[in-house]
C-alpha cells in the first residue's frame, strides 16, 4: 500500500491487518502483524498471506476440511520479510445450509509456544 499523500499517512482502518477465520487461523482476528505498546494491533502498508484447504465429504451435509495458513503484515510498504511469515495448521467442519456453509474451524500456530488454538465459527468459505 502506498498513500499519494506528501506525508505518506494511511488511515488505521485502510491499513492491512492479517489473522482470523478469513486469514491465518492459528490467530485472532488482526492479532497477527505489527502492534502498538499497548498491545493492539496497529496495521500494516504491506501483506503476504497464503492458504491451503483440503475439503472432504463425511456424510449428509457435513465436510471436513484440513488447512495450511501463513502470512504475516509489515510496517513498512513494499517490505516482506519471508523469515517472519507466521504459519498454522488446523482442521474444521462445513455443513451444508441454504445460506452457505456453517464453518467451524480449530486453527493451531505452528513453531509458537506462546500461541493457543484459536476456534472460529463463519458463515461462508474461507476464500
Do not use: C
Not at 82 to 106: C, K, M, Q
Request: no cysteine; net charge positive; aromatic share 14%.
Amino acid at each position: 500500500m502506498h498513500s499519494s499523500d506528501d506525508n505518506g499517512f494511511i488511515p488505521v482502518e485502510d491499513r492491512f491487518y492479517s489473522g482470523g477465520s478469513n486469514s491465518v487461523r492459528g490467530w485472532s482476528r488482526s492479532k497477527l502483524g505489527p502492534k502498538r505498546e499497548s498491545g493492539t494491533p496497529l496495521g500494516g502498508k504491506s501483506i503476504l498471506e497464503g492458504n491451503v484447504e483440503l475439503r472432504y465429504p463425511l456424510f449428509w451435509r457435513l465436510n471436513g476440511v484440513v488447512f495450511v495458513d501463513g502470512g504475516n503484515v509489515w510496517e513498512k510498504a513494499f517490505s516482506y520479510k519471508f523469515n517472519n511469515i507466521a504459519y498454522a495448521a488446523g482442521g474444521g467442519l462445513r455443513v451444508d445450509t441454504p445460506i452457505g456453509p456453517v464453518r467451524f474451524d480449530v486453527g493451531f500456530p505452528l513453531w509458537n509456544e506462546k500461541k493457543s488454538p484459536q476456534f472460529f465459527i463463519s458463515v461462508g468459505q474461507a476464500f
